[in-house]
């Protein structure tokens, strides 16, 4: 799974744990440096043990805390790790920090995450502060995030915007036309679009962008979106031949959606035109709403199930998606899954990665699925507490036989004990 699936507040923290561990990093870097100085200058007599020269810790300091002095492409390397409000808190240090502050560069690959203070779990950022920061760079943009209700700022970077490559939006209030102006300003350079919870957009919004984007290679929608004939007009000889299609599939209502299906016809005509697409599916549905999902052959590559998925589920795709090359299966209920995975195995001659979860799967048949699969199986990550002890063998023997067959050594995942 890729970044953008963490939870924001994670990958908020993540992004401050590294920032904070890049700083002392620089600090020990630069105490190092001055040690290697001062031990090395032939002027300066060594201190004795325990002890520094009123001189030397003077000049220490001067050294550590003097960050003005820092190169400009130094502080520029640091900007790139900041959220949006370090930032621009950390322009106001100096001139010279400022002037890095608007250095293009900075601005080319950022994530703008318009999150509002009431489902961010940090304190949002002033919209005029977003707005003024889009205004200035919005020419140099290459990727950005919007999660927000802040159509202003979403139609300034539409509207400004010439080197857009990548675009991510999530809940946010865009149209059909919003996405014509997209596609106006930047249709010689976005490669990706990924949209999640919009409702104001239609099949016929995505071919807008698909018509004019010849360089669009990876497109992510939510399951409601995706209909036969945008299929069918995605594989035309107008249209772009895509790398990547990915595709939510989430339950917002349990119960009270039916989930449309989609024709064998139409999953072969996008595979003719695009033969080398990986279509990649992010299932977060309850068991009885499976049903009109995989009855027929379905060119899915990569199959991830956030919630419980049944038997019946996993045995359908071992039958009906011959391109598969990963699955995870993240929960199940207290039925072995032995079958399912061993039919997935002889008939999914593609599966290179399996990760297993909350599911239960006895040691036999485990060993047995690996076997088949042999030294493709590139990626192997299984909870140890998913393999059940049988009578032929136990988890002290597992590692073992599953080392023999991928050729190389293998341990089952252990949950760290905090």
């Not at 102006?181 to 949209?195: C, E, G, H, P």
């Not at 040691?363 to 998913?386: H, N, P, W, Y």
Request: aromatic letters at 10%; one cysteine or more.
């Amino acid at each position: 799974m890729d970044i953008d699936e963490y939870p924001m507040a994670t990958v908020r923290l993540l992004r401050v744990n590294y920032n904070l561990e890049a700083f002392f990093r620089m600090k020990r870097n630069n105490l190092s440096l001055v040690n290697k100085i001062v031990r090395s200058s032939p002027a300066v007599k060594q201190p004795k043990v325990g002890f520094f020269s009123s001189l030397n810790h003077n000049h220490m300091h001067t050294v550590l805390l003097d960050w003005g002095s820092l190169p400009h492409y130094v502080v520029l390397r640091i900007f790139q790790y900041l959220p949006l409000i370090d930032r621009a808190r950390a322009s106001s240090v100096c001139r010279k920090w400022n002037e890095v502050f608007h250095i293009p560069d900075l601005w080319r690959k950022f994530e703008f995450e318009l999150n509002q203070s009431a489902t961010s779990y940090f304190k949002s950022t002033h919209p005029d502060l977003i707005q003024q920061i889009i205004k200035k760079h919005a020419t140099h943009l290459q990727y950005v995030s919007f999660k927000s209700h802040f159509v202003s700022a979403l139609t300034v970077v539409f509207v400004n915007s010439k080197s857009l490559s990548s675009i991510k939006i999530e809940d946010t209030p865009v149209d059909d036309p919003s996405l014509k102006i997209l596609v106006a300003n930047n249709s010689d350079t976005l490669r990706l679009l990924k949209m999640s919870s919009c409702p104001h957009v239609s099949s016929d919004g995505i071919l807008c962008v698909a018509d004019r984007c010849q360089g669009l290679r990876e497109l992510a929608l939510n399951y409601y979106i995706l209909s036969d004939d945008l299929l069918l007009a995605l594989s035309s000889e107008t249209h772009v031949n895509l790398e990547h299609l990915r595709i939510d599939v989430v339950s917002e209502n349990p119960g009270q959606i039916e989930f449309h299906s989609i024709k064998k016809q139409s999953w072969d005509a996008l595979i003719k035109h695009s033969p080398g697409v990986n279509v990649v599916m992010y299932f977060f549905l309850y068991e009885e709403e499976f049903e009109a999902f995989f009855k027929e052959e379905t060119p899915v590559t990569h199959l991830y199930f956030g919630r419980s998925v049944s038997k019946a589920i996993l045995g359908r795709i071992g039958l009906n998606c011959p391109r598969l090359i990963e699955l995870v299966v993240c929960a199940n209920g207290l039925q072995t899954l032995d079958t399912e995975l061993i039919f997935i195995a002889e008939h999914c001659k593609n599966l290179t990665a399996l990760g297993l979860s909350e599911c239960e799967v006895s040691c036999s048949a485990f060993i047995e699925f690996v076997r088949l699969c042999g030294k493709r199986l590139t990626q192997l990550s299984v909870m140890e507490d998913v393999l059940i002890p049988d009578d032929e063998y136990s988890l002290d023997k597992v590692h073992t036989e599953v080392s023999k067959h991928l050729g190389r050594m293998w341990f089952p995942d252990v949950l760290p004990v905090w």
